[in-house]
């Protein structure tokens, strides 16, 4: 089975991720934690995307597109994966639609999370990392996934570990970039998933789910709706 998942920054699209991944056993391929963690190992791939990412640019296509393409080429992706993040513009849609294609892979399901972007960048703004597991979601602008509080200090409230602020997080002016690229649907993240959408006469199934109710309420959504596509291991 391989799916993406498309939601605009702050949707919660990433802690969605990390459940389907748990019920479907696919490998969670998210560009941004490739990012992430090429810069906290300072490898080369880390330090050509640190200053796009930090200012809330696009990686560039050169980069992001073969870093992409090739993890999916890997052992663990041959029994399917969940990709998220990726892609974000016309470009790399159809790279990775042709990817496919040439080695005769079918993308079966398309599922996006809806938001509206005021939303979207309030909770953006009120995350935060857990320094143990990037799937432990915590948010201070969300109650049930709030940290806990531990000695006077914010802790994960899943494994009481430290939290963290990602840099583009913070920053209004990159936010608004993140957001205008997602929601451009010339050319940016809406147009590359219209592209693969069109598809779906080919047999790609759509999921749209709503982001805005609580966590737990869009999990359930999600997972009546993966059942009813046949999705979820029993
Ligand atoms: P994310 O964790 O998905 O919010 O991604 C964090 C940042 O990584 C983005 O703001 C971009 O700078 C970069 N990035 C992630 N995915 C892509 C992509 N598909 N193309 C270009 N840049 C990306």
Redesign the pocket.
Known sequence: MNIIIFGP?GSGK?TQGAIIKQKTNLPHV????I??ENISRQTELGNQ?KA??DQ????P?EI?IPM?LDRLKQDDCKKGWLL??????VA?AKALYDALTNENIKLDLIIEVVLDREVAKKRIMGRRLCVNDNNHPNNVNIDPIKPRVQEGKMVCRVCGGKLKKRD?DQDEIAINK?HGIYFDEESGTMAAKNILKNKAGEGIKVIEIDGAPSVGEVTQNLLNNLKEAGCLLE
């Open positions: 920054n990433g998210e560009s941004g934690v990012f992430r995307a796009y990412i809330g640019e696009l990686v296509d992001t992409i998220d993040g990726f892609p974000r513009n790399q583009d993140r």
